[in-house]
């Protein structure tokens, strides 16, 4: 792994069996971003802003009516002495007492208006109006009202969805300083997969390759790349991984655990790798790892039975990428388990959950090569050890 150096085994020690909750702390804070990027607006969907998005005018940023109907001043009835459209308002000055322009919702509202009379209130006459009286300021959405300029709209860390890219394009925002999304390698190690139609006798229909691309893009990363490698010999997984080198996360799974055929630990202590996560305390997807080797890019291990690798994935690549893009960890929703789950006595037990009222409750599938649960789960229940039955319990949500 010709950039890479022999090993200084550093803190690998202190970050072996990490807690749950803790390795996926670790993950976050040891991301270190790129520089950010300003990019049109149309091409900022997805992307994470990395500055705050403050209000650049007033929003409205005129008195606007709220109502089709009529402007008026004063009281009642009412001659109708002009009328105000969107973009083209009413320039005959101040409306004075008694007086009423026809008007459409989004119009500018002439000054001097008290409130405006929505249309099903209003009784024609001839060139004239009545109605209600009306409360003042009725149905009329003041200057900055909503928001003054400088204001904050969205903090940095915050993904550009659809109403945030229509509410900079209202202020007038043509770019958004924003984070690239982390570029991501997959490898997916194992002689026994095959990777189309029915497995034979001994082998195995490879799950991860079709789950990654789907899962990184969800977990916030672009997969740019995926290739299978043998378990032997290890330097074909050494070279698959240097050749990713100029991604920013590589992802392997398979080959974590400590196995004869389980060859990424040892590539790993070959190398000036900095461990941030050697094993998480957990079940499923304990022998999960994350590491940086100098010169190269984050190495996450994944297990190689499905659903581990998803729990693994949650854990630590999820993390790992919103630190990347400067998005925060965030705190996981809780909710109380309905029907109680055996838990560990030195480990988180992570199982597919449903809501059910209040709460949430087991729907089975949950073994380490079983991804049925997650499939019909809402959520990943994230049961410490030793809880007490009852007692909320963290969620890693499946669906939105």
Not at 10 to 17: C, F, L
Not at 19 to 31: I, L, N, P
Not at 128 to 157: Q, T
């Amino acid at each position: 792994m010709g950039q890479w150096h022999m090993v200084m085994a550093g803190d690998r020690e202190t970050r072996r069996d990490v807690a749950w909750a803790t390795a996926r702390e670790y993950a976050h804070a040891a991301a270190e971003p790129g520089p950010p990027v300003r990019v049109a607006l149309g091409r900022a969907a997805g992307l994470v802003l990395a500055e705050d998005l403050v209000a650049s005018t007033p929003l409205p940023a005129f008195d606007t009516s709220a109502m089709d109907g009529f402007a008026v001043a004063g009281a009642g009835p009412w001659v109708i002495v002009g009328s105000a459209r969107p973009g083209r308002s009413w320039a005959a000055g101040r409306l004075e007492d008694g007086q009423a322009v026809e008007i459409s919702t989004g119009a500018v509202v002439p000054p001097g208006a008290r409130a405006v009379l929505p249309v099903e209130s209003a009784v024609p006459g001839d060139g004239e109006v009545a109605g209600p009286e009306l409360p003042s300021g009725k149905h009329i959405r003041y200057a900055g009202e909503d928001a003054s300029p400088g204001s904050l709209l969205a903090p940095a860390g915050t993904r550009a969805r659809p109403a945030l890219l229509g509410l900079a394009a209202s202020c007038g925002y043509d770019e958004l300083l924003v984070r690239r999304t982390p570029t991501v390698r997959g490898i997916v190690t194992g002689d026994e997969l095959v990777h189309d139609g029915r497995p034979g006798p001994g082998r195995v229909r490879d799950a991860l390759g079709p789950l990654l691309p789907s899962l990184v893009a969800e977990l916030g990363g672009r997969l740019d790349g995926l290739v299978h490698v043998p378990d032997r010999p290890d330097t074909v997984l050494g070279k698959a991984v240097e050749a990713a080198g100029d991604a920013e996360v590589v992802v392997v799974t398979g080959s974590t655990s400590v196995g004869t055929t389980d060859g990424l630990r040892r590539l790993l202590s070959e190398c000036d790798a900095r461990w941030i996560v050697d094993g998480v305390a957990c079940r499923p997807g304990h022998p999960q790892l994350l590491a940086r080797p100098r010169g190269g890019p984050y190495v996450v291990g994944l297990p190689g039975n499905p659903f581990a690798a998803l729990t693994a994935a949650y854990t630590l690549l999820g993390p790992l990428l919103a630190g990347l893009s400067r998005r925060p960890l965030g705190r996981l929703p809780q909710a109380p388990l309905i029907t109680p789950v055996a838990a560990a006595s030195d480990r988180t037990r992570i199982v597919p959950v449903v809501w059910d009222g209040p709460g949430v409750r087991p729907v089975g599938g949950d073994r380490p090569a079983f991804l049925n649960g997650a499939v019909l789960g809402d959520a990943l229940a994230a049961i410490p050890p030793g809880v007490e039955p009852g007692r909320p319990v963290p969620l890693v949500l499946l669906r939105d």
